[in-house]
C-alpha cells in the first residue's frame, strides 16, 4: 500500500483545539480505509487529547449538507486494530444514517500518540472514550446532550466502562464485545480460571518485564498468526481471515502485523474492567453474534446492567468477525433505532 502524502496536522486539522494538545502529529491524507468512501458524508482528520496529555488522531464523518447542531457518537475498536478498519465502516455509516461521528485510534495505536508504541492499558483505554467525549463537546455541530458511543471487541468492554465513570456519555453499543481483563486473568470460556494458573501468568510475563528493560524495548505478541492450521480453533481462522487478508489488512494495523506488547496483559490481570457497570443509567445495547466464540462475553456483562433501558440483541448465524464488517450482519437499522431513541434529547 503507498503511503500517501502525509501533511503536519496544524494545517489540515479541522474545528480543533491545539493549544494544550503535548504532541503535534502527522495524518495520512490519503484514503487508506479498508472500505469504500462514502459520497453521502463529509470526511475530515482531526486530534484532540486525553487527560494524560496523549494526542489522539480522528476521522470524523458528517453527513453531507447537516445543518444545525447533530447527536454525535464516538468509535473505536476492535482491539488491535485502527480507525481504517472496523470502526470507520461503523461511524461512516452511522454518519449516513444523520449522526455526526468520530473514530479514532487509541493511544498508542495507529496515528495517534503515546509512547511506548503498541500499549493497551485498562485505565488509558478507557479515557480516550471520555476524551473523544471531551473534543464533542467543543464542536459547535454537535448537541452536547446528545452523545454517545459505541465499542468493537475489546473496545465494547472499554465502552461500558467509560459509560459507568461518565454521564455525559447518554448511550452506548458495545458490538461483539470482549471483557479484556476476563479473558487476560482467566483465559477463553474461563479455562484458566485459577490463582495459580494466573500466578505462572505473572512470572512469565514479570521475566518479560526484565528482558524489555534490558533491551530498552517491548516485545510484541505477535499479531494475528500468519498461516492458519486445521488444528487451530476456529476463531483464530476467522481472526486470520480479516486482519490478514485484503479483506482487512491495514498497515497500522497491530493485529495485522506484529501485535501488541506482551506486557500489556498485566495490567489487565490485576484491574477488573467492568467492575461498576450495574451502574451505568444511561442506555446500553449489546450486539453479538449467535456463533461468535466471545457471545459470553455480552451475555454475563448483560445479566450485571440494571434498569430499563439495557438490551442484548442476538444475531443470528453470525460470529465474531462478521460483526467486523458483514454489511449483511452488522445490525445497523437496530443500532441507528437505538441511538436514535436515547440520544433524541428527552431520555
Given at each position: ?136 463537546t467543543t464542536r459547535d ?11 468493537i471487541c475489546g473496545w ?139 457471545r459470553y462475553f455480552s ?49
Amino acid at each position: 500500500m503507498l503511503l500517501g502524502i502525509a501533511c503536519m496536522i496544524t494545517s489540515c486539522m479541522t474545528d480543533n483545539k491545539k493549544s494544550t494538545d503535548m504532541k503535534t502529529i502527522e495524518l495520512t491524507q490519503e484514503w487508506d480505509k479498508t472500505f469504500p468512501q462514502s459520497d453521502k458524508v463529509e470526511h475530515s482528520k482531526i486530534t484532540f487529547h486525553n487527560r494524560y496529555g496523549i494526542t489522539l488522531a480522528a476521522d470524523v464523518y458528517k453527513p453531507k449538507n447537516a445543518q444545525g447542531t447533530l447527536a454525535a457518537i464516538a468509535v473505536s475498536g476492535p482491539y488491535g486494530a485502527v480507525k481504517e478498519q472496523v470502526s470507520g465502516r461503523y461511524a461512516q455509516t452511522l454518519a449516513e444514517r444523520g449522526f455526526l461521528t468520530i473514530a479514532f485510534d487509541p493511544s498508542f495505536y495507529g496515528e495517534s500518540g503515546g509512547e511506548p508504541r503498541n500499549l493497551t492499558s485498562p485505565e488509558i483505554s478507557t479515557e480516550d472514550f471520555s476524551a473523544a467525549v471531551d473534543y464533542l463537546t467543543t464542536r459547535d455541530d454537535v448537541d452536547t446532550g446528545r452523545i454517545g458511543i459505541l465499542g468493537i471487541c475489546g473496545w465494547g468492554g472499554f465502552a461500558l466502562n467509560a459509560a459507568a465513570n461518565d454521564p455525559r456519555i447518554k448511550a452506548t453499543v458495545a458490538s461483539t464485545m470482549y471483557d479484556m481483563s476476563r479473558v487476560n486473568a482467566n483465559g477463553y470460556f474461563d479455562a484458566e480460571n485459577s490463582a495459580e494458573s494466573r500466578y505462572a501468568k505473572r512470572i512469565a510475563l514479570n521475566e518479560q518485564r526484565t528482558k524489555d528493560y534490558r533491551s530498552n524495548g517491548y516485545e510484541r505478541d505477535g499479531g494475528v498468526v500468519e498461516t492458519v492450521t486445521d488444528d487451530m480453533p476456529l476463531f483464530v481462522k476467522q481472526y486470520h481471515d480479516y486482519y490478514k487478508t485484503e479483506r482487512g489488512y491495514n498497515r497500522r494495523s497491530p493485529n495485522s502485523n506484529e501485535g501488541i506488547n506482551k506486557t500489556a496483559v498485566l495490567s489487565f490481570i490485576n484491574m477488573p474492567l467492568l467492575t461498576y457497570i450495574g451502574e451505568i443509567r444511561g442506555a446500553v445495547l449489546l450486539v453479538h453474534g449467535e456463533n461468535a466464540h466471545s457471545r459470553y462475553f455480552s451475555e454475563d456483562a448483560y445479566k450485571r446492567l440494571t434498569g430499563d433501558n439495557k438490551e442484548l440483541l442476538i444475531v443470528p448465524g453470525a460470529n465474531h468477525t462478521d460483526l467486523y464488517d458483514n454489511l449483511d450482519m452488522i445490525p445497523f437499522d437496530k443500532i441507528d433505532a437505538f441511538f436514535q431513541k436515547y440520544l433524541d434529547g428527552n431520555n
